[in-house]
Antibody, heavy 122, light 107 residues
Framework: EVQLLESGGGLLQPGGSLRLSCAASGFSFTSYDMGWVRQAPGKGLEWVSGISNSGVDTFYSDSVKGRFTISRDNSKNTLYLQMNSLTVEDTAVYYC???????????????WGRGTLVTVSS | DIQMTQSPSSLSASVGDRVTITCRASQSISKFLNWYQQKPGKAPNLLTTSASSLQSGVPSRFSGRGSGTDFTLTISSLQPEDFATYYCQQSYTTPITFGQGTRLEIK
């Protein structure tokens, strides 16, 4: 059974930094691209970032480019999201998600974690 | 960026009804359209991929159609567990983008 367990969320002030982690199990982590998707309270889904299975290729939404960094440690089956220069607009539940097996196109996610809440407030 | 627009934003229906949700892309995305269901407090669940491929375990009352810019998700006979919010998502290019969601409520 695929399991994705996010951690690292919390309350912090604008301008602060936070690193989210996602511990993956139940599948061959090194074989799949991964991503982060967030959801602000009462709002819709917003893709944040994605990373190739090797970690070589990374992708970002315009809203986080230059502030967030996605990475992975395949030896630890763990995905990360380093978030810097946080603003109140970054307040959301952050989901870790596993990319689906695909031969073309880009990310779509067949397994999701439960999410971790990040609250940015003064 | 490719904009994804869903209609309607909300919908009231009864158990047993047939409902259709529409998703329109701001430019052609070929077949690269996926649908998710999300229930309150839960993570999204992938329903269909590549416009019309049903994910394993998803009931056959769900079906997707379309290509290019216009897509639909149809639920042939609503069940109580289908009342949720539905999102379309394009996987044609990055940045990946989602529709704003369609909230399906019990009439």
């Amino acid at each position: 059974e695929v399991q994705l367990l996010e951690s690292g969320g919390g309350l912090l002030q604008p301008g602060g930094s936070l690193r989210l982690s996602c511990a993956a199990s139940g599948f061959s982590f090194t074989s799949y691209d991964m991503g982060w998707v967030r959801q602000a309270p009462g709002k819709g889904l917003e893709w944040v970032s994605g990373i190739s299975n090797s970690g070589v290729d990374t992708f970002y939404s315009d809203s986080v480019k230059g502030r967030f960094t996605i990475s992975r440690d395949n030896s630890k089956n763990t995905l990360y999201l380093q978030m810097n220069s946080l603003t109140v607009e970054d307040t959301a539940v952050y989901y870790c998600a596993k990319d689906s097996p695909r031969s073309d196109g880009y990310f779509y996610f067949d397994n999701w974690g439960r999410g971790t809440l990040v609250t940015v407030s003064s | 960026d490719i904009q994804m627009t869903q209609s309607p934003s909300s919908l009231s229906a009864s158990v047993g009804d047939r409902v259709t949700i529409t998703c329109r892309a701001s430019q052609s995305i070929s077949k690269f359209l996926n649908w998710y269901q999300q229930k309150p407090g839960k993570a999204p669940n992938l329903l269909t991929t590549s416009a019309s491929s049903l994910q394993s375990g998803v009931p056959s009352r769900f079906s997707g159609r379309g290509s290019g810019t216009d897509f639909t998700l149809t639920i042939s006979s609503l069940q109580p567990e289908d009342f949720a919010t539905y999102y379309c998502q394009q996987s044609y290019t990055t940045p990946i983008t989602f529709g704003q969601g369609t909230r399906l409520e019990i009439k």
